[in-house]
T-cell receptor, first 112, second 115 residues
Framework: QQQVKQSPQSLIVQKGGISIINCAYE??????FPWYQQFPGKGPALLIA?????SEKKEGRFTISFNKSAKQFSLHIMDSQPGDSATYFC???????????FGTGTSLTVIP | GAGVSQSPSNKVTEKGKDVELRCDPI?????LYWYRQSLGQGLEFLIY????????KSGLPSDRFSAERTGGSVSTLTIQRTQQEDSAVYLC?????????????FGSGTRLTVV
């Protein structure tokens, strides 16, 4: 059973636009929610992460919005650039577990 | 080293053969993880090593899969009698502490193709 559900599977955005990727979870024990960015032939790299005590975290053009009551969180990429074209994975973990649970990934293409 | 190193980067093997995949974590990282990434799928947890503790093997899909970590550093994932469904990218990650609160660093993976 997929612990973290991610959508959309793929996304095409014009340069300068906003890319939005959504994730949902069920396990209320999750307390850490990272996003990873993966380029072809490379391993995923930590992009940004949030804990449930805040509703939003921003780092440069990347923002995580977190809705604890709805058990949803999303990644917003502002002013999307062709260099942002990659696969993005959301994930979740709890401090009592040994692993991250990953979404199935979103392939983002930013068109120049 | 500066990052997590995995070898080989690509491996093609015949069905039924055994394969060994190697992971060299970042120096000083006590936690090491193996994940499997299949085409169009998310990352599937396989096994977790933390220091000298017994590993968490709960994600290994069958008894054909095993892993060890020698001296708290290098890890080897072994797949015996490979099957076509084992074809995937095998990713290793390491961290300084149990990473479920801080994220971890992945290697570039080993792409395994079973023909």
């Amino acid at each position: 059973q997929q612990q973290v559900k991610q959508s959309p599977q793929s996304l095409i955005v014009q340069k300068g636009g906003i890319s939005i990727i959504n994730c949902a979870y069920e396990n209320t024990a999750f307390d850490y929610f990272p996003w990873y960015q993966q380029f072809p032939g490379k391993g995923p790299a930590l992009l940004i992460a949030i804990r449930p005590d805040v509703s939003e975290k921003k780092e440069g053009r990347f923002t995580i919005s977190f809705n604890k009551s709805a058990k949803q969180f999303s990644l917003h990429i502002m002013d999307s650039q062709p260099g942002d074209s990659a696969t993005y994975f959301c994930a979740a973990s709890s401090n009592t577990g040994n692993q991250f649970y990953f979404g199935t990934g979103t392939s983002l293409t930013v068109i120049p | 080293g500066a990052g997590v190193s995995q070898s080989p980067s690509n491996k093609v093997t015949e069905k039924g053969k055994d394969v060994e995949l190697r992971c060299d974590p970042i120096s000083g990282h006590t936690a090491l993880y193996w994940y499997r990434q299949s085409l169009g799928q998310g990352l599937e947890f396989l096994i977790y090593f933390q220091g000298n503790s017994a590993p968490d093997k709960s994600g290994l899909p069958s008894d054909r899969f095993s892993a060890e970590r020698t001296g708290g550093s290098v890890s080897t994932l072994t797949i015996q009698r490979t099957q076509q469904e084992d074809s995937a990218v095998y990713l290793c990650a390491s961290s300084t502490t149990p990473a479920t609160n801080y994220g971890y660093t992945f290697g570039s993976g080993t792409r395994l193709t079973v023909v």
